[in-house]
């Protein structure tokens, strides 16, 4: 059974940074942040596979940094440039199967952990 724990949420004044950390456990493949604001539909942030490939959000790119260490089967995302519009639950995510993309795509993700709360003021 595959656990995700993610940690590192917060409250920051827009143009503050914070970071994410999702610790897992079992092999996994693609591990990915979504977030979720109020009445909004779930969105992929940025997703990394595990030779260090990664995917960004047109929204993430340039502020945020989405990297892993496999050691630690540890995921994080470093966010830099944070606007009030980036306020939302964070969501990490993963599945173990081979694709050749890490797609930002929910419905791709088998795994998920229980989310943290990010908000950012004006």
């Known amino acids: 059974q595959v656990q995700l724990v993610e940690s590192g949420g917060g409250s920051v004044e827009a143009g503050g940074s914070l970071r994410l950390s999702c610790a897992a456990s079992?092999?996994?493949?693609?591990m990915g942040w979504f977030r979720q604001a109020p009445g909004k539909a779930r969105e992929g942030v940025a997703a990394i596979d595990r030779g260090g490939v990664t995917n960004y959000a047109d929204s993430a790119k340039g502020r945020f940094t989405i990297s892993r260490d496999n050691a630690k089967n540890t995921l994080y995302l470093q966010m830099n440039s944070l606007k009030p519009e980036d306020t939302a639950a964070y969501y990490c995510a993963a599945f173990a199967y081979w694709r050749s993309t890490c797609v930002l795509l929910a419905s791709a993700y088998t795994n998920w952990g229980q989310g943290t709360q990010v908000t950012v003021s004006s």
């Open positions: 079992g092999y996994l493949h693609c």
